[in-house]
C-alpha cells in the first residue's frame, strides 16, 4: 500500500535551482526518517540528502551546502531544494525511508522518480 510520488524535476543550466517534492501515501512521514536518493546512468542508487524524526538532517559530502531537505507534516510530504546545480547532479531523484542500518536493497517499494538534468 506504500505509494510515493515525486514531482519537480527538470532541465536546467549549471548553477540553477530545483525544488523536488515527494509525496506518500501508506505510511507517515512524520513518524520515520525519510530521504533522497539519486541514480545517475552506470551508477547505483545513492542516498544524499535525509532528515530524521527529530528533523535532523543528512547530506552526502557530494551535495552538502548545496541541498537542503524538509518536510510539510501536514501534507505529508519531504522536499529536497537544490541549489547551484552541477551537470554530474544529473540522475533520476527518488524518495523513501532512510532508516539507520536498512540498505537500500532492502527498500522493495519505489516511486517512478523524478529526472534532473543538468547541463553545462
Known amino acids: 500500500q506504500v505509494q510515493l510520488v515525486e514531482s519537480g524535476g527538470g532541465l536546467v543550466q549549471a548553477g540553477g535551482s530545483l525544488r523536488l517534492s515527494c509525496v506518500g501515501s501508506?505510511?507517515?512521514?512524520?513518524?520515520?526518517?525519510m530521504g533522497w536518493y539519486r541514480q545517475a546512468p552506470g551508477k547505483q542508487r545513492e542516498l544524499v540528502a535525509r532528515?530524521?524524526?527529530?528533523?535532523?538532517?543528512n547530506y552526502a559530502d557530494s551535495v552538502k551546502g548545496r541541498f537542503t531537505i524538509s518536510r510539510d507534516n501536514a501534507k505529508n510530504t519531504v522536499d529536497l531544494q537544490m541549489n547551484s546545480l552541477r551537470p554530474e547532479d544529473t540522475a533520476v531523484y527518488y524518495c523513501?525511508?532512510?532508516?539507520?542500518?536498512?540498505?537500500?536493497?532492502?527498500?522493495?517499494?519505489w516511486g517512478q522518480g523524478t529526472q534532473v538534468t543538468v547541463s553545462s
Open positions: 523513501n525511508q532512510a532508516l539507520t542500518g536498512v540498505p537500500i536493497r532492502g527498500y522493495r517499494t
Open positions: 501508506g505510511i507517515s512521514f512524520s513518524i520515520t526518517a
Open positions: 532528515i530524521g524524526v527529530g528533523n535532523i538532517t
